[in-house]
């Protein structure tokens, strides 16, 4: 099983769209969330490792995948059972 860390900040939609294919198949304690609103650190080394200031950003192992539609279609692949 990687670690799954995945980047969100506040009010962004396409966190809120990869949040619900999450929340739908029970993923949430698969991977840990990482709000880059709550601490500049994070928001950081989300630029530093990713290159970009964009969310959702999934760190597969701490390789970033960007892109909500990737993302979804990694963990539906993946990690969903
Ligand atoms: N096509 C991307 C769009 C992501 C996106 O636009 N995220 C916004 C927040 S809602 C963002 O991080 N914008 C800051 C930036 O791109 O620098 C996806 O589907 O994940």
């Known amino acids: 099983m990687p670690e799954l860390e995945l980047f969100i900040s506040n009010t962004c939609p ?8 999450i929340d739908k198949y029970n993923l949430n304690d698969k991977i840990k969330f990482t709000n880059i609103n709550q601490s500049a650190e994070d928001k950081a080394r989300l630029v530093e490792v990713g290159g970009m200031n964009q969310v959702p950003c999934l760190f597969i192992d701490d390789k970033p995948m960007y892109e909500s539609s990737d993302i979804i279609a990694y963990l539906k692949e993946n990690i969903v059972k």
């Open 14 to 21: 396409y966190c809120q769209k990869v949040y619900r294919f």
